[in-house]
């Protein structure tokens, strides 16, 4: 079964910081993994998606890395914003299922 | 698109009644999932229809829970009778196809049971 895992579970950082989150995999063989927010009392929206093909996505001043081979993915976060604090999930998606991480909180301080 | 919706978005209720929590995926979307969040053990997958088929219920809890979807716009999870470690975040997601795609979130159901 897969198992996905998130380090650090809380990371609290100044603003203006880069920082980077991590999520570890056990199965490589999935279809994509998905980096989500979830703000406190609101579900997961989803930030990037990368395919198992790709290596890398970036939106805005998020880059997510892939390295299927190693059951490895970051999420990089650049000159990091109060507005940034929430909690990062990550996900694989297998083809039958999605298997989530336990996330990792952030703390941009201002 | 309106996106996933569900509801009621709170509900507290008394330990032995009944829960029915409802949620409308995204129009077109072929698989529908219902999760389970707590603090203690995070996101849970508790069943997921795939063409208004369920495919794996594997995550049910007990027969307490069970899970309907009717036609393509419309699921229903149930608790009966529902027990105070039932309170949680439900969340429904959809997604267009099960592989290669975003799965998208309901903004949730938060369940107190006392």
């Known amino acids: 079964k897969q198992e996905v895992t998130q380090i650090p579970a809380a990371l609290s950082v100044p603003e203006g910081e880069n920082l980077v989150l991590n999520c570890s995999f056990t199965d490589s063989a999935i279809y994509n993994l998905q980096w989500f927010r979830q703000d406190p009392g609101k579900g997961l929206t989803s930030l990037l998606l990368?395919?198992?093909?790709?290596r890398e996505q970036t939106s805005g001043r998020l880059n997510a890395s892939l390295d299927k081979s190693s059951g490895r993915s970051t999420l990089y976060i650049a000159a990091s914003q109060p507005g940034d604090s929430a909690t990062y999930l990550c996900?694989?998606?297998?083809?039958?299922?999605?298997?989530f991480g336990t996330g990792t909180s952030l703390t941009v301080i201002p | 698109d309106a996106g996933v919706i569900q509801s009621p978005r709170h509900e507290v209720t008394e330990m032995g009644q009944e829960v029915t929590l409802r949620c409308k995926p995204i129009?077109?979307?072929?698989?529908l999932f219902w999760y389970r969040q707590t603090m203690m053990r995070g996101l849970e997958l508790l069943i997921y229809f795939n063409n208004n088929v369920p495919i794996d219920d594997s995550g049910m809890p007990e027969d307490r829970f069970s899970a309907k979807m009717p036609n393509a716009s419309f699921s229903t999870l149930k608790i009966q009778p529902s027990e105070p470690r039932d309170s949680a975040v439900y969340f429904c997601?959809?997604?267009?196809?099960?592989?290669?795609?975003?799965?998208?979130f309901g903004e949730g159901s938060w369940l107190t049971v006392v």
């Open positions: 129009s077109g979307h072929n698989s």
């Open positions: 997601a959809s997604t267009p196809q099960l592989s290669g795609n975003t799965i998208y």
């Open positions: 990368i395919q198992s093909s790709q």
């Open positions: 996900a694989v998606n297998t083809g039958n299922q999605f298997y």
